[in-house]
C-alpha cells in the first residue's frame, strides 16, 4: 500500500507524534518541529510571533531541508501562526489541518481559496474553558466588581457604584451557536439565564441544542438584542460577520448590557463600541480579542476604561487541556486513507 507522508510542523509533544504515527502503517511522519520558527518569524508581525511562538526546543533546518520536506508532504499539520507560502513550495499537498480554530488565521496565506483541503479545530478547542470565561466576565460586571479595582486604589468604599444585579432570569444574546457557543449556552442556563441566539441555518424547536430557549436566523440579531441584557460574541470572522456588532446592534442593546467577545476582535465595531461606552449604553464589556490583536496592543480607550476587562487571547487557557484538535486530526487521518469526507473542512465561499 502506498504511504501517506504527513509533515508536521508545530511544536507538538512526541506522545502526539506517536499518535499521528499510530493512525496506520501507511502513514510516514516527517518530524520539522520548530524547523519553519526562523520563516515564521520573518513574515508575521513581531508581536504575534512574540506571543505564540516559543523558545527553540529543535535543531535548526536548512532552506534546502524545508523545501525538500515540503515537496514530499501530501498532509501537513500546522499550529499557529501558519506559514504564508505553504501551497506553494508544496506540490503534492492534498490536506492541511490547523491546530487552532480559526479559518480567518489563513486570510493572509496563499492557502485561502485554494484547491487543498483545508481542516480546522473548530468547535473543539476547549468550549469549556471559553464559556466559563463568558460566565466569569457576566458575574464580574453584574455584581460591580470592576468598580472594586478603584475603590482598592482609592482605599475607599463607594457602595452606590456596584449596583448589582442577579443573572437568574436574565436574557442572553449567544452570537454563534456552534460548538463553543452551545458550551456557553450550557452554563448560562445552569446559572438560571435564559438563552436566545443566531446561527446560520435555524433548527426546529424540538431539536434545540441544550440550554437555548430559542435559536433564530442571522437576520433576527438586532431583535434578539433588544431583549437581552448580556450578548455573548462566538461566531467565526467572516467577510460576512466584519463589524457584525455595529452601530445599528448597539443601538438595539438595552441600557447597562454586557457584551463579551471571545471570537475575533474584527467582528465588533471598535468606533461603535467606544462610542456606546461614552454614551454610557454598556454596564461592561469583556474583550478576549480585539482589533489587530496579532499585530499590535490595544487601543488606549480601552486599556484605560474600567467597564472594559481585555485579555490577551486566553479564554480557552485552562489547568486541564480539552483541545481535541489533535484528535480530530487523527481521527481525519484515518478518515482520508479510506477515501472518506473529513470533518470541519473549510467552505471557502462560507469563510469557515
Not at 18 to 45: H, L, M, Q
Not at 81 to 108: I, M, Q, T, Y
Not at 312 to 330: I, K, Q
Not at 333 to 346: F, H, K, M, Q, T
Request: glycine share 8%; aromatic share 8%.
Amino acid at each position: 500500500m502506498q504511504s501517506v507522508e504527513v509533515l508536521v510542523i508545530p511544536q507538538v509533544s512526541d506522545g502526539a507524534l506517536a499518535r499521528i504515527a499510530n493512525v496506520s502503517p501507511r502513514v510516514k511522519v516527517v518530524d520539522a518541529r520548530g524547523w519553519f520558527d526562523a520563516e515564521i518569524r520573518a513574515t508575521w508581525p513581531q508581536w504575534t510571533v512574540d506571543r505564540y511562538l516559543g523558545a527553540r526546543k529543535y535543531p535548526a533546518s536548512t532552506l534546502e531541508e524545508r523545501n525538500r520536506a515540503l515537496a514530499t508532504a501530501e498532509v501537513v499539520l500546522l499550529g499557529w501562526p501558519p506559514l504564508k507560502d505553504l501551497r506553494g513550495r508544496a506540490a503534492r499537498l492534498k490536506w492541511v489541518h490547523e491546530l487552532p480554530a480559526g479559518a480567518s488565521n489563513f486570510f493572509d496565506t496563499d492557502l485561502w481559496g485554494s484547491d487543498v483541503l483545508v481542516t480546522t479545530s473548530r468547535g473543539l478547542t476547549n468550549r469549556r474553558p471559553m464559556a466559563e470565561y463568558v460566565l466569569a466576565s457576566f458575574l464580574h460586571f453584574s455584581r460591580g466588581l470592576n468598580f472594586s479595582y478603584r475603590d482598592q486604589r482609592r482605599h475607599l468604599f463607594d457602595h452606590q457604584t456596584y449596583n448589582p444585579v442577579l443573572l437568574r432570569d436574565k436574557t442572553v444574546c449567544v452570537v454563534g451557536a456552534g460548538g463553543i457557543g452551545q458550551e456557553v449556552a450550557k452554563l448560562c442556563a445552569a446559572a438560571g439565564m435564559r438563552v436566545v441566539g443566531t446561527r446560520r441555518r435555524v433548527v426546529p424547536a424540538a431539536a434545540l441544542p441544550p440550554g437555548f430557549a430559542r435559536l433564530e436566523a442571522a437576520h433576527a440579531l438586532l431583535n434578539l438584542l433588544r431583549k437581552s441584557e448580556f450578548v455573548a460574541v462566538c461566531c467565526p470572522w467572516t467577510k460576512e460577520t466584519t463589524k457584525l456588532i455595529g452601530r445599528e446592534a448597539f443601538a438595539a442593546m438595552r441600557p447597562g448590557t454586557v457584551l463579551v467577545n471571545i471570537a475575533r476582535g474584527e467582528i465588533v465595531d471598535e468606533e461603535a463600541l467606544l462610542d456606546a461606552l461614552a454614551e454610557g449604553k454598556l454596564r461592561g464589556v469583556a474583550l478576549d480579542v480585539y482589533v489587530g490583536e496579532f499585530e499590535r496592543p490595544p487601543d488606549a480607550c480601552l486599556w484605560d476604561d474600567e467597564r472594559v476587562i481585555i485579555t490577551p487571547h486566553v479564554s480557552a487557557g485552562t489547568d486541564a487541556s480539552e483541545h481535541r484538535g489533535m484528535e480530530l486530526f487523527c481521527e481525519n487521518l484515518g478518515r482520508y486513507l479510506e477515501g472518506r469526507p473529513l470533518e470541519n473542512v473549510i467552505d471557502w465561499e462560507r469563510g469557515y
